[in-house]
């Protein structure tokens, strides 16, 4: 529900959408760069990049997906909040007049109260264990459609490695500007978000 969530996400997807196409081509194809034949232009790159944190703030997917879970995460913790207050006016009502009630009146209602405290753990339990649910099916969703995007992006590129750079990531500390190709798939992705809106 937090950016920091989003973030792992996107990390996620973007790390496993790397891209292997032509798997049939011999190894000493597969480098970074082909070496230009004599007198010609350098050849296209073979490997490119995509800077994970501009799709974190520019890809509109992300921004409702970020809403949508906020939405919900908001919704539950004030559900679970009405529930606990309740519970709390219950017990104080008790405690105002436990040393007026008679011994089984008070048994009765602390055990009433016992019972309804462990329904109230069990329902916070089940609450959270829903919301890292829904969690769980939005970071499919992402993946999915980032993968199938970067999939198909690169083949169409002529790509045989697509990968990811985030400020910070040890994985990869410097990528050439000339291979950087976030601005082309961003624009492909937020295009084909909002077909699929309409």
């Known amino acids: 529900m937090s950016s920091v969530f989003t973030k792992l996400t996107l990390g996620v997807a973007l790390a496993t959408a790397v891209v292997a196409c032509n798997?049939?081509?011999t190894a000493d194809k597969a480098t970074a760069t082909v070496a230009p034949a004599a007198g010609s232009t350098a050849a296209k790159s073979e490997i490119v990049y995509i800077n994970q944190d501009t799709l974190l703030t520019k890809y509109n997917y992300v921004k409702d997906m970020t809403a949508r879970l906020e939405t919900k995460g908001k919704a539950a913790q004030a559900d679970l909040q009405s529930r606990g207050q309740a519970f709390q006016r219950e017990v104080a009502e008790y405690q105002k007049n436990a040393a007026t009630m008679a011994a089984d009146a008070r048994a009765t209602t602390e055990k009433h109260l016992q019972s309804k405290?462990?329904?109230?753990?069990?329902?916070?339990?089940?609450?959270?264990?829903?919301?890292?649910?829904?969690q769980g099916a939005e970071q499919v969703k992402l993946y999915e459609k980032i993968a199938d995007y970067v999939k198909q992006y690169a083949k169409d590129k002529g790509y045989k490695l697509v990968l990811t750079y985030q400020k910070g990531n040890a994985n990869?500390?410097?990528?050439?500007?000339?291979?950087?190709?976030?601005?082309?798939?961003?624009?492909?992705?937020?295009?084909a978000y909002a077909k699929d809106k309409k």
């Open 23 to 25: 798997q049939n081509k």
């Open 117 to 134: 405290q462990q329904e109230l753990q069990a329902y916070q339990q089940n609450t959270g264990a829903q919301v890292q649910q829904d």
């Open 172 to 191: 990869m500390l410097y990528g050439d500007p000339s291979l950087d190709v976030t601005a082309d798939v961003l624009k492909g992705l937020n295009d």
